[in-house]
Every structure is written in C-alpha cells, then in structure tokens.
C-alpha cells in the first residue's frame, strides 16, 4: 500500500463521523452516530480477494454504523477511493455490493470518490443486460476536481478540508513550490481557526503536510515553522515530530499486526519503512528516531530499492 492509500484509510477511521455527516444530509437522523463504529476492512478484503482483480485497487472500506431505531440494527456503508481510470470500476462496485449484501443481509450504501483529474471519468452506473434478464446499479459518487473551493472554505465540517487538501494536490504540477507553500499555509490557517477538537486538527494538518508535497525539502521545514508560529507553539509536539511519532506508530503496529515471532528487529524494520516511504527525513533521522544504526537503514532502504 502506498503512502497516499495509507493517509486515505487513515483519515477516513479517524474523522468517520464528520465523513458521514459531510456526504449524507441526513446522516444524524438516521444513524446513531454516537455509538460508534467498526471497520470490516479484513472482512471486505475476503470478498474480493487482489488477485480477482485486473488492475490495482486503490482504497476501499466497509463501515458498520448502527442506525436510531432503538434496536440493535445497523447498516453498512461502502467506500472507494479511486485515484485512476478503470474501465471495470462500475462492475466493481456491483460486485462488491451484492457480497457485501448476500453476506451481511443488512442495507448497504455505497459511495465512490474520485481523486484523479480527468474530469470524463465519472462511473456512476453499472447494467447488465442478457437474453431478457436486465439488472440496473447505481452508486453514490463524488468528483473532487468539480468541487468548488470557495464553498468548501466556508464548510463548518472537518472533512471539507480533506477535500480542499485533494484539490491542492491536484494543482501540484501547476505550481512551483513557493506558490504551494502560500496555499498549503493558507489552508493550514483556514483549519487552524475552526473550533474542532485538537485531535481533528492533528490528524488532518498531518494530512495536509504528508499528501501535499514540496519538490524542495525546505519549503516542507518552512512549512512546519509557520505552523508552530500559527499556534503560537501550543501544541505538545511540533508537526514534524508528529508525523515522526504516528510513522513510529503505524510501524509498530504494523510489526504487531504481522506477528510477535519475529522480535524486536521486525519491528524496527516496519518503523523505518514507514518512515523511508514517507520520503521526508534523513538516513540520520530515521536511525536516531528508531534507535538503529544508520547502515541499518541503509540495509532497509537497498530491500526496497529506494
């Protein structure tokens, strides 16, 4: 998975109810929102195993979210992130819904965002029809290049700024980095002056530096100063040392996910991949931050052909 798929699945758990509430109206009334959710990720992958597919997927999430009749109901909600052209995204879909649908029995709701720039490309349907049989589906979608950047500003819901940091990466290869930097900075100082709680906050300013990404390592440092004179140096950490804590984290985590057996050193090999893919510290950085020597990370660093 790569870096971008990551802070897409990332997101998507960390800010679930500002997600619900920004793409279904009437999302509090129906759903109980409060209650939690949970995420089916293995369970949906086991539907549609990667090697029924003809090209690669990019993020995809199943989410359980109980609804406010007073019963232990719930639905499931369906999400794609498709960041490319696929002829057979449509049909995807459908089969992804009737899985999901014959297996669980519950409703389903299914939503496809679309984060690539070819604005032709907009699958919203899939039909089937044979020798009298017709079978008509049709999904949720959302384009982000159609969307209009002036509203998203003034949109109260965390999420709008997911999509305006997708709209500024979508404008990275127009742009020199100094032009980057002053929409980067000003859509960090539109985030910083809504009134969300301070996790939010972390989690998508550690959005916006790691998705939008200088050519030029110093205009990212610039970048992490004006944030820290921004919050008049409130924060416990700096953005920096964020991003380098939650890397060390998902290493970690990772390490745990596939197995104790191998110790101590599996671990760190997960930590510092996570770290070298994120392409924004130095071979000294990543070994003093991971405790290993730096030809250590060279090592890690030959594996993955960096």
Request: net charge positive; charged share 30%; glycine share 4%.
């Amino acid at each position: 998975m790569n870096r971008d798929d990551t802070l897409w699945k990332g997101i998507l758990e960390n800010l679930c109810p500002d997600f619900l509430r920004f793409f279904f109206q009437d999302a509090d009334k129906l759903l109980d929102i409060e209650k939690g959710f949970e995420f089916l990720d293995k369970e949906l992958e086991q539907l549609f195993p990667s090697e029924e597919l003809d090209a690669p997927k990019f993020v995809d999430k199943l989410v359980k979210v109980f609804t406010k009749t007073g019963k232990e109901e719930w639905v499931l909600v369906h999400i794609e992130v498709q960041g490319y052209n696929d002829k057979d995204f449509a049909k995807r879909m459908f089969t992804y819904f009737y899985r999901i649908l014959d297996k669980y029995g519950r409703p389903v709701t299914a939503i496809a965002i679309f984060t690539d720039r070819n604005k032709k490309y907009r699958p919203s349907v899939f039909e089937y029809k044979f020798l009298g049989t017709k079978n008509t589906f049709s999904f949720n979608t959302y384009k982000i290049i159609d969307q209009n950047e002036e509203f998203l500003a003034q949109n109260h819901n965390p999420f709008a700024i997911v999509i305006l940091t997708i709209l500024l990466a979508l404008k990275r290869k127009k742009l020199n980095d100094e032009s980057l930097f002053n929409l980067k900075y000003l859509l960090a100082k539109n985030l910083l002056k809504r009134k969300i709680e301070k996790k939010k906050i972390d989690d998508l300013l550690i959005f916006l530096h790691q998705y939008v990404r200088f050519a030029d390592s110093e205009f990212s440092i610039k970048f992490d100063k004006v944030i820290e004179e921004l919050t008049e140096n409130k924060r416990n950490m700096g953005i920096r040392e964020m991003v380098l804590e939650r890397a060390k984290k998902e290493g970690i985590q990772e390490g745990i996910a596939e197995g104790n057996k191998k110790g101590k050193e599996a671990n760190q090999v997960n930590v510092v991949k996570n770290m070298l893919l994120a392409k924004r510290f130095t071979t000294q950085e990543i070994a003093g931050f991971t405790e290993v020597s730096e030809s250590f990370v060279l090592n890690v660093m030959k594996n993955l052909n960096i």
